[in-house]
């Protein structure tokens, strides 16, 4: 306790005081005689600061318990004034609180009789249940969406209704040339990626009750509700758009991925993320502008594997998103590892810059009273025009599993 302890202090002060007094009395030489003034008057100071520490926490600790004391007197006073009002007793009558503890003596004799001769009472339905109010926010669910829309290329062509991407297959060699023969064919060879615009809509309905209600942006949520459908639909065509009347998905028929350059594993194991990492790319480089896209359970399976003397085979940073530093998307269109079958793409590992999404609209949010006017309910609809590819030549590595 901090009273004790400046109590303490303070005693402890008084007797360094009381031995410096004396060693002064005592002392014969001068210079000791000054220190030792000094310091007693150090100490005199010290005392004079505890004690008036000591005097402000006295008064701190009384007005704590006086106001703890009207605190409880006002606890009672509306703890049976809430007796009181539950027997409707001397409600808008000003004769006092003896009168009505009276009455609500009389009244409760008056039940318990009541009660004997099983007969029904009633009590205020206001005092046997606590009233229930409406938050002021509307809790949101977790996350959604895949964060990997956000991470592609995206470029504005409104207006439009297709957009090709040129990108580069490959670099030709040049050669040793004797004079005055024919310089040696270098050529690059280039290809291009295609996208036709894809409308992506979402739809909601809301009733115009729940919207009425105070303090809460319930239309608001409604409308980000819709932004959302319309972002998940754009993640899962990233992945599996299959390029008819549809984006054309990573895990499609991209031609800028070469699918004989695809991997198979047969298991999550210690050396699975050095082959993917090693497996993509060209032979002059390990690329280091790529990431991971998988399952959630795929990567809960990476968090599981151990090396040969039982420690942990990965380092997983939920909080940077990385696997041993490696960027990952998380995504759920992806198959986990357990539930794929032999031969279906689980992951994929490449640059996110290597998928465009050309936005041929702005995403429109309408809202409509009218449409179901008579139902009291109100529409929400979402559209937005875009097409999607890869437009790097195998700019992402795609993973199968196989048969173990």
């Not at 220190?35 to 100490?43: G, P, S």
């Not at 290329?153 to 439009?160: A, D, L, N, R």
Request: contains cysteine; glycine residues 6%; hydrophobic residues 30%.
């Amino acid at each position: 306790m901090l009273k004790e302890f400046l109590e303490k202090q303070l005693n402890e002060k008084r007797s360094q005081l009381e031995n410096l007094t004396k060693a002064v009395v005592e002392s014969d030489d001068k210079e000791e005689r000054t220190k030792l003034k000094a310091t007693e008057d150090k100490v005199r100071e010290e005392i004079k600061e505890t004690e008036q520490a000591l005097q402000e926490l006295e008064i701190q600790e009384q007005q704590e318990e006086k106001e703890q004391e009207e605190r409880s007197k006002t606890a009672t006073k509306e703890k049976r004034m809430k007796v009181l009002g539950t027997y409707h007793v001397g409600e808008g009558e000003a004769g006092g609180e003896e009168k009505r503890e009276k009455e609500v003596k009389e009244k409760m004799e008056e039940r318990g009789k009541a009660l004997k001769e099983k007969r029904a009472i009633t009590v205020s339905t206001s005092n046997l249940l606590t009233p229930k109010h409406t938050g002021t926010q509307l809790n949101d669910t977790f996350a959604p969406v895949s964060t990997l829309a956000d991470k592609v290329t995206t470029e504005t062509m409104q207006g439009g209704e297709s957009y090709d991407e040129a990108y580069v297959k490959s670099y030709g060699t040049g050669g040793i040339t004797e004079e005055g023969k024919a310089y040696t064919d270098a050529e690059p060879e280039f290809d291009y990626a295609s996208m036709t615009k894809v409308k992506i809509t979402a739809y909601a309905e809301l009733s115009e009750e729940t919207k009425k209600l105070p303090n809460i942006d319930y239309a608001g949520k409604v409308q980000n509700a819709c932004e959302i459908a319309v972002k998940k639909k754009l993640v899962q065509q990233i992945i599996a758009g299959t390029g008819t009347k549809q984006l054309t998905g990573i895990f499609a028929s991209p031609k800028a991925i070469d699918s004989a350059k695809d991997i198979e594993i047969e298991e999550i194991g210690v050396n699975t993320l050095n082959t993917i990492v090693f497996s993509y790319g060209g032979d002059e480089d390990v690329e280091m502008n790529a990431g991971l896209i998988l399952n959630k359970k795929t990567l809960k399976k990476f968090s599981e594997v151990r090396k040969a003397n039982g420690d942990l085979a990965y380092k997983i940073d939920v909080k940077s998103k990385t696997i041993d530093t490696i960027p990952y998307e998380i995504v759920s269109n992806v198959k986990d590892f357990d539930t794929a079958a032999n031969g279906e793409f689980i992951m994929a590992y490449g640059d996110l810059n290597a998928y465009k999404v050309p936005v041929f609209s702005d995403l429109e949010i309408k809202e409509d009273e009218s449409y179901k006017f008579k139902e009291g309910m109100i529409s929400y609809r979402a559209s937005v025009f875009v097409g999607g590819n890869v437009v790097k030549q195998d700019g992402f590595l795609r993973v199968k599993k196989k048969s173990s």
